[in-house]
């Protein structure tokens, strides 16, 4: 499989990382970007160190990053970290909510998704 093709709807971009956020892979506009690979390192290590009295460290499955134009989906699984860039539509409007959930098989070396839409 080319990972480099949009293998999630609306996905434009895709980095998996190692725990200690060393890249393994890039692809679309996340290409070999050290760069958000490390700010979003970052973001996880700030997530763990707030008070487990206010949010259980074990308890953060998916961190979602929202901006105008685009967001960020951030998951954890098999001691790798798989951020996806998706891009919200034409002027960041959008006429549909959708949930989206990204799976990486080490197994079969794939990403694949699953994703429900609700009409706005």
């Given at each position: 499989?080319?990972?480099?093709?949009?293998?999630?709807?609306?996905?434009?971009?895709?980095?998996?990382?190692?725990?200690?956020?060393?890249?393994?892979?890039?692809?679309?506009?996340?290409?070999?970007?050290?760069?958000?690979?490390?700010?979003?390192?970052?973001?996880?290590?700030?997530?763990?160190?707030?008070?487990?009295n206010f949010i259980a460290n074990?308890?953060?499955?998916?961190?979602?990053?929202?901006?105008?134009?685009?967001?960020?989906?951030?998951?954890m699984s098999n001691r790798h970290?798989?951020?996806?860039?998706?891009?919200?539509?034409?002027?960041?409007?959008t006429t549909s909510s959708s949930?989206?959930?990204?799976?990486?098989?080490?197994?079969?070396?794939?990403?694949?998704?699953?994703?429900?839409?609700?009409?706005?």
């Amino acid at each position: 499989m080319d990972k480099d093709k949009l293998v999630v709807p609306n996905q434009i971009g895709y980095l998996i990382l190692k725990d200690d956020g060393a890249v393994l892979e890039s692809g679309g506009d996340l290409k070999n970007d050290e760069r958000s690979a490390n700010v979003i390192m970052g973001l996880l290590n700030l997530t763990e160190s707030i008070d487990d009295n206010f949010i259980a460290n074990n308890s953060c499955e998916r961190i979602s990053i929202d901006y105008e134009h685009h967001s960020y989906s951030i998951c954890m699984s098999n001691r790798h970290i798989y951020i996806v860039k998706f891009s919200k539509g034409q002027n960041g409007a959008t006429t549909s909510s959708s949930s989206s959930t990204s799976v990486y098989n080490d197994a079969n070396n794939e990403l694949t998704a699953s994703s429900s839409t609700v009409m706005a």
